[in-house]
């Protein structure tokens, strides 16, 4: 009876625990170079973020690069090519890297979703914003020397559920950015069905490798023994069918 509370507590977390297939694919793309990032600190304050620590010079670089790398290989593997949809976190960050990806594949003629009804004050170059998809919150930390990112991953390997230092738990980023897959899915069905995505996420480093675990069905606590996600990479996030 135990292990059945916990099964069911885990699939309450992780909204993907059950599912054996989802419609669209999922990539996970993290912002490029930001201000903070050259600064060396912590920025994971909405009230800061969303406003502050743009990208860097080498960061806008970068992510058009990724853009076009990206637009290089969809038109080499798809015969017929998806259209893509673009979410991303409204920090400033995530934002100009959204931006900038979302004008390159533009550029390169490639359909990007629209939603039906966007929302006030919606970016109007192709992509969604979610606050979902914000940094993790790093509490005490924040504004601070990013080496202090060690302390907290030192109790995120121990215990999903921690708020050491004042910061957001594991467990946290996964339930709300699955809980976003799952809008995602439903959206797209209801306006576009039976048309099939490839989804980009636009966020940050430790919420795209947390959200990875949930695709993988493995437990949040191992987040960071997954191959680091640097500044502006696109990585396919791919479901991991039930044993």
Not at 13 to 34: C, D, M, P, V
Not at 104 to 109: F, P, Q, V
Not at 193 to 212: M, N, Y
Request: glycine share 4%; aromatic share 8%.
């Amino acid at each position: 009876m135990k292990t059945n509370n916990m099964s069911n507590a885990s699939s309450q977390i992780n909204k993907l625990k059950h599912l054996t297939s989802l419609k669209n694919s999922y990539f996970a793309l993290r912002h490029g170079q930001s201000l903070a990032n050259v600064q060396k600190i912590i920025s994971s304050d909405p009230a800061i973020s969303t406003v502050d620590h743009g990208l860097s010079e080498v960061g806008k670089e970068q992510v058009t690069a990724s853009a076009k790398l990206f637009t290089e290989n969809y038109y080499a593997a798809n015969q017929y090519p998806q259209p893509v949809a673009i979410y991303s976190s409204d920090f400033t960050r995530a934002r100009e890297t959204a931006n900038l990806f979302a004008n390159t594949l533009l550029d390169a003629k490639i359909p990007l979703y629209q939603p039906p009804h966007p929302v006030k004050n919606a970016p109007a170059s192709g992509f969604q914003l979610d606050i979902r998809l914000r940094e993790r919150y790093f509490g005490d930390w924040n504004g601070k020397s990013d080496s202090h990112y060690q302390d907290v991953w030192h109790f995120d390997c121990k215990d999903a559920n921690h708020q050491e230092y004042s910061c957001e738990s594991v467990n946290s980023v996964v339930s709300r950015t699955t809980e976003l897959i799952i809008d995602i899915e439903q959206e797209l069905e209801k306006y576009h069905h039976p048309q099939s995505f490839q989804v980009i996420l636009v966020a940050h480093g430790d919420v795209l490798q947390i959200l990875q675990t949930a695709f993988l069905k493995v437990d949040g606590r191992i987040h960071r023994s997954l191959d680091h996600l640097e500044t502006a990479t696109v990585r396919e996030l791919v479901l991991k069918t039930n044993d």
